[in-house]
């Protein structure tokens, strides 16, 4: 089935085949067709939508449905991602799986409704209190806002983590084709560790508290090696990679900006590659630091140099410091996206063409 | 030494880190009794097994030492919220919210207050012991008037910070609850009385009845600064004062409030009526709303062709847009549709582009439109600058031509707006300026998909079909003559 959707709606879709039982959410621009959408399927089928009264509330439900075993979910836009962090946090520290939308309008503060990826730091590093992380996946067309929705709850159960799916109020909005999954996923079953109200789960205990300060530390500890671990789940892809003088590095929509420059200055004979990570936490750096070892590089991003940032620290830590230190970025702010004339003339620049 | 088995405890308290079976509380602590009462119920109504209690940030944070049965312990103030998504995950459990009075009457008041106006089927265990226990004795919302806290080192001063928050009172307004009660634990005969409430309480759950609010006045010696003798005499006579005890609803027992009373509909009563139901995703989704195409396929002999349609919110823009783009499919092309969003769609000036593309599309913004389609002067002056070399501009007549398209781009005038209102269907400028995208042959898609998505975009106005198809070959006619 071919369904042509707003890309909000597709997350929607994608959480439904992904067996997600619950959406708390409160309403928000632009992520609020996933509201709605929320609101109109999952009743229909026999699941629960509930209309939250603050963000803090909905995260909130989610640490109570995810407790309870259940595949939940919510979506958001920046302040309402903001107050969701310290539940995000409870979440970790519990070791619940939850998936958390995020359509990343501009900020700071009230901003305006338009696509930005400003969001980085609190999407990626975790940006609420304790060291915790999330699983965080950058989709940019309708298929991947349905095709990650459902990898989102599948590495949450997996990795028993809230997962965040990381995109903007551009694409949020923008209708695509969607081609649906065959077949819904069956349920996982967490009644090893959730209270589910049933004699085999009475002893289980969902809780983010250890009173012990070395208690909390052997946990934290543990955090960390799973953070390790989920780095053989990260995920990338490359275009026009191979041979290329420059890479343009970037995630989500501005990926597929940098998608077309790569192709428009081809056709200028000049070498130019994209990649682009899919997963932003667990980042992938290897695969990074194969496809820029030697290259000149370029990001292209919708906010003030987070991910340039972030890029630079995963080269760095790779071992290529000389591709870190030159790395170069175009970006725009405020709603506003780069073009590909700019990208352009921004790589010609830096490719002394 | 030979113990008494405590029902619905744990006989010891591994959990707490230590192998014995005291508990954290001071003595003469309220929360020490009710934990007794709260597992006494649990377990002489049976329900253990069933019971998801969900705990709070305070001194009822470490319930989960003794109470034996599942739980989850939430952030501060949010046991409200977080028991609403068990109940709702779980609706056939027995799940049990316990909150102090910081966490429920202040950071968390919204959240419960808003539970208990939903209709929640949860129960919820208020300790109002008039302030914040754990954290060191500060003002709570329900500090008494006078009253020596941390934070209030001169009494409570209304005049400074308001009065008691009397919780009960202002839930009691609401619609939905059917049990709200305030018990206390100051001495025998009241700690038998909040076991009964208590027992209430679960029973309400056991039968999946709805929300349940009972708030237990209760002693807090330590930030008293009292003996438990003289803390239980304050909770029995300061408090009680302050906070007078009742049930205040059972609705079952027809005890409702009398603005309540009459029209008193517990939702968890009600049944769901409004919601048609459907048995799975492939159900649900198997009907399109729009035409039926096939996935796209690449072909990279079809060039890219980017589109940009603009005018007044209402001249149907955005769905001429999202025809187009529904005829690309029809031809297995990559297609996507982007609207103007945010303020400007209510009202003002509204847009969206269509890119068409024999292969995947990169960036979904359209900078140098192919194909720019205006029905209004500001979008006509905004965007006529950025059409490609090679474009075409088709422009309502009404527009006057302030700016000349770029060199090399043609421009069509078509009398849109004026045709529709010729043809008796205003609101059928843009099936006109279909007629013009076809009739120019703007779009490089067959003429027969760009009708059949026009008819597919009238999927839910059936009796809208057959006269646009009319309208848009009239209209084409009328145009191809000219």
Request: with cysteine; aromatic share 8%; glycine share 10%.
């Amino acid at each position: 089935m071919t369904k042509f959707v707003k890309s909000n709606e597709a997350v929607v879709m994608g959480a439904l085949y992904a067996g997600c039982d619950l959406y708390f959410g409160y309403p928000i621009t632009p992520a609020s067709e996933i509201a709605h959408g929320a609101a109109k399927w999952f009743p229909m089928l026999g699941r629960t939508f509930v209309q939250a009264e603050c963000e803090t509330a909905s995260v909130n439900m989610m640490f109570g449905a995810a407790g309870a075993g259940k595949l939940c979910m919510t979506a958001t836009s920046g302040p309402g991602f903001s107050l969701m962090q310290e539940g995000i946090s409870y979440l970790a520290g519990a070791e619940l799986p939850a998936v958390i939308v995020d359509v990343n309008r501009a900020g700071p503060g009230l901003g305006n409704v338009y696509p930005e990826q400003s969001d980085y730091t609190p999407a990626v590093k975790g940006g609420g209190h304790g060291n915790y992380q999330t699983f965080t996946l950058a989709p940019a067309s309708a298929q991947e806002m349905c095709d990650f929705t459902i990898k989102a709850f599948q590495m949450a159960a997996k990795w028993r983590t809230p997962a965040v799916v990381f995109a903007d109020g551009l694409q949020g909005q923008m209708m695509e084709a969607v081609e649906l999954p065959d077949a819904e996923l069956p349920r996982p079953d967490f009644s090893e560790w959730a209270a589910q109200g049933e004699p085999a789960t009475r002893r289980n205990l969902v809780k983010s508290i250890f009173l012990d300060a070395a208690a909390q530390e052997v946990f934290n500890e543990h955090l960390q090696r799973k953070y390790e671990d989920m780095a053989a789940d990260a995920m990338a892809e490359t275009y026009l990679a191979a041979d290329a003088e420059l890479i343009i590095v970037a995630f989500g929509i501005a990926s597929r900006v940098a998608r077309t420059t790569a192709e428009t200055l081809r056709r200028k004979g000049l070498k130019v590659g994209v990649f682009r990570p899919i997963t932003l936490n667990p980042f992938p750096r290897e695969r990074l630091a194969a496809a820029a070892k030697g290259r000149k590089i370029m990001t292209i991003e919708l906010d003030a140099g987070q991910f340039a940032d972030d890029v630079r620290l995963n080269l760095a830590k790779a071992g290529l410091g000389a591709e870190a230190a030159n790395v170069m970025m175009i970006h725009r702010m405020g709603g506003q996206v780069v073009t590909v004339d700019d990208a352009v003339k921004a790589a010609k620049m830096i490719l002394g063409k | 030494m030979k113990t008494i088995e405590q029902k619905g405890m744990y006989q010891k308290f591994p959990r707490s880190g230590k192998d014995t079976r005291v508990t954290h509380y001071c003595a003469g602590c309220g929360h020490g009794i009710v934990n007794k009462l709260v597992a006494e119920c649990c377990a002489e109504m049976g329900l253990q097994d069933q019971t998801i209690f969900v705990d709070p940030v305070g001194c009822g944070v470490f319930t989960y030492y003794y109470w034996d049965a599942a739980h989850i312990s939430a952030a501060h103030g949010r046991a409200s919220a977080a028991a609403t998504g068990v109940s709702r995950a779980r609706p056939d459990a027995v799940t049990i919210a316990y909150q102090g009075d910081g966490d429920l009457g202040a950071i968390g008041f919204n959240n419960a207050f808003q539970a208990a106006s939903r209709g929640e089927k949860f129960g919820c265990i208020f300790i109002n012991n008039s302030l914040y226990g754990m954290t060191g004795g500060q003002m709570a919302p329900t500090t008494l008037e006078g009253e020596k806290t941390t934070t209030t080192p001169f009494g409570r001063d209304p005049a400074l910070t308001g009065h008691p928050l009397h919780v009960c009172e202002v839930f009691n307004q609401l619609q939905a609850p059917v049990y709200i009660a305030r018990v206390s634990v100051a001495d025998t005969k009241r700690i038998l009385q909040c076991k009964a409430a208590i027992k209430r309480l679960f029973e309400i759950q056991r039968d999946h009845k709805g929300y349940a609010l009972l708030e237990i006045l209760a002693p807090c010696p330590t930030n008293f600064r009292m003996d438990p003798l003289k803390a239980a005499d304050f909770c029995k006579n300061e408090m009680e004062t302050e906070f007078p005890l009742g049930t205040f609803r059972d609705v079952e027992k027809g005890v409702t409030p009398e603005a309540i009373g009459a029209q008193h509909q517990a939702s968890a009563a009600l049944e769901v009526k409004s919601v048609p139901h459907v048995a799975s995703c492939a159900e649900l989704f198997g009907v399109s709303d729009g035409v039926d195409a096939p996935p796209a396929e690449d072909d990279p002999s079809v060039p890219e062709r980017r589109f940009k349609f603009a005018g007044y919110g209402g001249q149907g823009i955005l769905s001429l847009g999202i025809c187009v783009a529904e005829a690309a499919r029809l031809e297995k092309r990559h297609t996507l549709w982007f609207p103007s969003y945010g303020p400007e769609q209510r009202g003002g000036s509204a847009s969206c582009s269509v890119v068409v593309s024999g292969t995947p599309i990169g960036s979904p913004t359209v900078e140098h439109p192919d194909v720019l389609v205006c029905m209004n002067q500001p979008s006509y002056e905004r965007f006529v600058g950025d059409v490609k070399k090679g474009g075409i501009v088709i422009v309502d007549a009404s527009v006057p031509i302030t700016k000349q398209p770029p060199e090399g781009v043609k421009l069509y005038q078509v009398p849109a707006i004026q045709m529709a209102e010729d043809f008796g269907v205003p609101k059928a400028a843009n099936t006109m300026m279909l007629a013009a995208l076809r009739a120019f042959k703007a779009t490089g898609l067959d003429d027969a998909h760009l009708e059949t998505a026009l008819c597919a975009s009238f999927k839910k106005k059936p009796q809208l079909v057959e006269k646009n198809r009319d309208l848009l070959h009239r209209a084409e006619t009328a145009l191809l003559n000219n």
